[in-house]
């Protein structure tokens, strides 16, 4: 399935994010059921029929995701549909950098941004990984989805629970070839459906 589905009128669902969304196997490849796409599918066998757009970008951060969101998300919201949905999933490759309590701020600014047009949000928390560039990981991640779980109601509309899902929740989960790349990073399919299920029962909890 390609990058975008048509939306029907009752409503859409916008998937922002880094690689994980955007499905990275290698250079130029994607894994053949990115989450978004599996989700959707989730979606409709749960009676909730949505369009989507998939707007992951490899490498990029929530920063980016912040600064690219008026020109690349607001403008796809649609007063026609039932239901205007964004899912923000960034913040990982930020933990290079960044402190989790500023990748949490940035979080908050865009979610509380993208409420403001008039969608509603879902945002997840964060799941194992080994980047070698960012040494401790899944400590620094824990502490930030530490920071999003605390500031619920007031940062999101639901919150979808990546860090509870048991094959890319748990810390180490990288470790397990069944779900994850070599990488430690990216999911093959089946972690891929870990996260769609996730993501899936935070879209089914909306209005």
Not at 92 to 112: E, K
Request: charged share 15%; with cysteine; hydrophobic share 40%.
């Amino acid at each position: 399935m390609g990058k975008y589905a048509l939306a029907p009128r009752d409503g859409i669902a916008i998937f922002d994010g880094d690689s994980l969304t955007y499905g990275y196997a290698s250079a130029g490849v994607r894994i053949t059921q990115p989450y978004p796409t599996q989700c959707i599918a989730l979606c409709t066998a749960s009676g909730r029929t949505l369009g989507y757009t998939n707007l992951g970008v490899n490498n990029q951060t929530i920063v980016q995701m912040l600064a690219n969101a008026a020109a690349k998300i607001d403008i796809l919201y649609n007063a026609g549909y039932t239901r205007n949905i964004v899912v923000c999933f960034g913040g990982v490759n930020d933990l290079a950098t960044d402190t989790p309590a500023t990748v949490y701020a940035n979080q908050v600014l865009y979610c509380s941004g993208r409420k403001t047009v008039g969608f509603l949000t879902v945002l997840c928390t964060i799941p194992s990984a080994n980047p070698a560039s960012i040494p401790g990981f899944d400590a620094l991640r824990n502490t930030l989805n530490g920071l999003i779980l605390a500031g619920f109601p007031g940062n999101a509309d639901v919150i979808a629970r990546l860090d509870t899902e048991p094959h890319i929740g748990p810390d180490g989960s990288y470790a397990d070839t069944t779900y994850y790349q070599t990488d430690q990073i990216h999911w093959k399919n089946a972690g891929a459906t870990d996260c769609a299920d996730a993501v899936k029962n935070a879209i089914m909890f909306l209005p």
